[in-house]
């Protein structure tokens, strides 16, 4: 099962394992710094009572429990440091796939722009407006010349001048009459109303 851990387990894995040795070293150190305590208090009283023999031992067993501290903290100076290295090279090595993915981004992005192809369309394409332009131009030119000479054919007219002046002064007359019938009507349901509570 372990040998299919991804790159990033396989890490987390050894960070642990790191760190349970580290705690082990600390925890170790500590033991050793009681029982140095426990040896020096120890001798203190076997000198008291002088019992040189007893001293002796406790010496003894107190110079192999310092020795063995400072091994340990050694060992825990050692592993400490190698882990702060171990993190600069993993921060390096980040950097640089961060840089590999960065400069590839960017030769993709600089590949896939073709300059010359785009200049070439973008010529094509300001000639088509122009020539499109120049058409819209001509197109309105030629719509303003029959429009204007179809004003002066008098002959052809399909509604006259005659018929446009009767339409206007019949619009006149009916909006001149109207608020006119509207005050009639009025008067008339007045008086209706009126009739309608007399009875």
């Known amino acids: ?6 790159r990033e387990e396989k890490r987390i894995d050894r960070d642990i394992e790191v760190r349970k040795g580290v705690n082990s070293l600390k925890r170790n150190i500590r033991d050793l710094a009681k029982h140095e305590f426990s040896y020096v208090h120890k001798a203190k009283q076997a000198k008291k009572i002088g019992d040189a023999k007893q001293y002796d031992f406790l010496k003894h067993q107190l110079k192999k429990t310092a020795a063995q501290k400072r091994m340990r903290e050694r060992q825990l100076l050692s592993i400490e440091t190698a882990v702060q290295i171990k993190n600069q090279a993993e921060s390096d090595a980040d950097f640089a796939k961060s840089m590999g993915s960065v400069a590839k981004a960017v030769s993709d992005v600089y590949g896939s722009v073709d300059f010359a192809k785009t200049q070439k369309n973008f010529e094509k394409a300001m000639l088509q407006a122009e020539t499109l332009q120049q058409q819209m ?5 030629m719509t303003q010349e029959h429009v204007m000479s179809g004003e002066g054919e008098g002959g052809n007219e399909l509604v006259s001048d005659a018929e446009i002046d009767k339409m206007l002064e019949e619009e006149v007359l009916h909006d001149e009459s109207g608020p006119v019938d509207k005050e009639i009507e009025k008067g008339l349901k007045d008086i209706q109303d009126e009739l309608d509570r007399e009875k």
């Open 137 to 141: 131009e001509i197109f309105l030119e």
């Open 1 to 6: 099962m372990g040998m299919f851990k991804s």
